[in-house]
């Protein structure tokens, strides 16, 4: 399964199942997570590939945010709020979209 900074995902399993990320990284086959909340950038959410869905969402501008250094964790709140609000039923899908959705 192919993840990209910036690509929204879901837990599978764990405590956190259900819970709604943005891919911040990787480590190995591990996907570093950030919410914006409970896991910011500068504590990531470490988690095995293999249990997370992808949704075909990719922000590229919370990418190119990243890359440059001046994302934040407030970027990643509002981010993931407005493309839920949006988009209430988002079907999970390996298939990548790209997203106008701007950082905040």
Request: positive net charge; charged residues 30%; hydrophobic residues 35%.
């Amino acid at each position: 399964m192919d993840l990209e900074v910036g690509q929204l995902v879901k837990s599978l399993s764990g405590r956190d199942t259900g819970k709604i990320y943005l891919v911040t990284g990787f480590k190995d086959n591990w996907a570093l997570l950030a919410d914006g909340r409970t896991r910011t950038l500068k504590k990531p959410k470490l988690k095995n590939r293999k249990h997370l869905q992808p949704y075909r969402l990719v922000m590229h501008e919370i990418k190119e945010r990243f890359r440059q250094g001046t994302l934040d964790d407030t970027a990643i709140r509002n981010s993931i709020r407005a493309v839920l609000m949006e988009n209430e039923a988002i079907d999970p899908s390996p298939c990548l979209e790209s997203s106008s959705i701007n950082g905040g």
